[in-house]
């Protein structure tokens, strides 16, 4: 793990997903065009890099740097090997779980790059269900004493930059996240999950609506066809 103190308090860590060829090379975690995109997120919304101490949640390149085909490749070889009664290779996430949990407990807060990053530390979980909001994830680490014991942290995942590199029009909400995890780091940015009311009165209802500085809502219904099928509910 490469971390920067030069400049600036080390407010987390940053997990990203593994090395690709750069990085591999330099021997240094996001240096290469996903980096150069994280650090222009970090300059966009006043900070600096060195506040971040970086790391991967895989320590070695998968070919092609591929994260996703390498995982459907070794699932595939997995079940062959399987059928011919022989030991499933291990996920590379879950031989890097012992050296990445230690880093991890060093710090209070997480912030997970990408989706790769956010499964190692959450489970099975889709970014884009989960991304920008606050979680807690339960690692495994050494307890002193030759056993091990469960340490919790706070886990802001976000997506990876080489994402908003694939998809420029994300480029403003990457960089949103970022600076609330920095916020959030620096225990400045007071979450709390929203309230949720199920089957309001109409009264209720109104009285959100006309307090409410934006509204983003999402129509349930019992068809397809808009002109005939019946309002479920309205969130």
């Not at 970086?54 to 059928?83: F, G, H």
């Not at 480029?171 to 089957?199: C, K, M, Q």
């Amino acid at each position: 793990m490469w971390v920067a103190r030069r400049f600036a308090r080390v407010a987390a860590s940053a997990l990203a997903e593994a090395p690709a060829k750069e990085e591999t090379d330099r021997g240094r975690p996001l240096v290469g065009p996903s980096g150069r995109e994280f650090d222009r997120a970090v300059q966009a919304v006043g900070g600096l890099r060195g506040q971040f101490a970086i790391d991967n949640a895989a320590s070695c390149m998968v070919p092609k740097a591929d994260m996703d085909a390498y995982t459907s490749w070794l699932q595939a070889e997995n079940r062959r090997r399987a059928k011919r009664s022989l030991a499933p290779f291990p996920h590379p996430l879950t031989c890097c779980a012992p050296r990445r949990n230690r880093i991890i407990a060093r710090f209070d807060r997480v912030v997970t790059l990408g989706g790769t990053a956010a499964r190692a530390l959450l489970g099975p979980v889709s970014i884009m269900d989960i991304r920008g909001a606050p979680a807690e994830a339960t690692i495994t680490v050494p307890d002193g004493a030759g056993g091990e014991r469960d340490h919790t942290v706070a886990v802001l995942p976000t997506v990876h930059p080489a994402f908003v590199l694939r998809r420029k029009r994300w480029t403003s909400v990457f960089r949103a996240d970022i600076g609330r995890a920095l916020r959030w780091a620096d225990h400045r940015l007071n979450w709390r999950d929203p309230e949720i009311t199920y089957n309001p009165s109409p009264a209720d209802l109104a009285a959100f609506l006309h307090s409410a500085k934006a509204i983003a809502y999402d129509v349930e219904t019992d068809g397809l066809e808009p002109l005939t099928c019946n309002v479920r509910t309205i969130q």
